[in-house]
């Protein structure tokens, strides 16, 4: 279902929703957020943002839903991969790394053990929300393993019994320490990106989405 506007997907809530919601503001798009609406209509562009979990916005633009994403780059692979798996479209065109969301993807376990490398990681269980990710790594490494997937509480794992490591995002480390863990392996980085679904697009939305990446561009650079 093409439309005339450009669609462009947001997170909803959460640790790229503010700096996605002041990056279209100071690129001149003007939006009311007010409210619960899963859809918000620019005031000033053919433009409509759709707010949703960080979770959905790679299958949105892979499925060719929406025009544009905001995601992290860890999302973004591990939907890409999981796809791939699973014989689903999982193209996109990366336009640009923005300059927010950077954390990493890392390996993390009890700090009093001791670790030399990947390999002291064989037939562990390891508790992560990015099984693809890792089953990426480990593979590299020729190292098996198993996992233990979690939504949430990722850090308790060990503690809880329920592995003996963990695959989880850092940014400070702090959430690693107050857990008792420590960060072994990092295993991918990361940053906000914006991309674009692929396939054709009328000469006004190209226009458009030009006129965005340009202004993208001057309000990244002046923050440098
Ligand atoms: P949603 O409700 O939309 O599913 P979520 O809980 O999955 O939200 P957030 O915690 O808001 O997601 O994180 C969104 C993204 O922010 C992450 O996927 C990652 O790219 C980025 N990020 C940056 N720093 C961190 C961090 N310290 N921990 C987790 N994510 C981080
Ligand atoms: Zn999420």
Redesign the pocket.
Same mark, same amino acid.
């Given at each position: 279902m093409q439309t005339q506007r450009l669609r462009i997907a947001i997170? &909803? &809530? =959460? %640790? $790229?929703a503010k700096e996605c919601q002041e990056l279209l503001k100071r690129c001149g798009v003007k939006i009311n957020y007010t409210g619960e609406r899963l859809v918000v209509h620019a005031e000033n562009m053919p433009i409509d943002l759709l707010l949703v %979990?960080?979770?959905d916005i790679p299958g949105l633009i892979m499925d060719g839903v929406v025009d544009l994403g905001v995601i992290? !780059?860890? !999302?973004l692979e591990e939907v890409r991969l999981e796809r791939i798996k699973l014989g689903e479209p999982s193209q996109y065109q990366l336009l640009r790394r923005l300059d927010f =969301? =950077?954390?990493r993807l890392s390996i993390a376990l009890d700090k009093d053990q001791s670790y030399n490398g990947p390999q002291d990681l064989a037939n562990q269980r390891i508790a992560t929300t990015y099984p693809n990710i890792l089953k990426a790594y480990m593979d590299k490494q020729g190292v098996s393993f198993s996992t233990c997937m979690l939504n949430g509480s990722v850090e308790v794992a060990p503690r809880a019994g329920l592995a003996d490591a963990i695959c989880d $995002?850092? @940014?400070t480390g702090a959430t690693l320490e107050a857990n008792g863990l420590k960060e072994a392996e990092v295993i991918f980085r @990361?940053k906000?990106v914006l991309i674009q679904r692929e396939g054709s697009f009328s000469e006004e939305k190209t226009a458009l989405i030009e006129r965005l990446l340009t202004r993208m561009q001057g309000v990244i650079q002046a923050k440098e």
């Open positions: 997170q &909803k &809530k =959460g %640790r $790229l %979990r960080d979770d992290g !780059e860890n !999302e =969301g =950077g954390c $995002l850092v @940014s @990361s906000a």
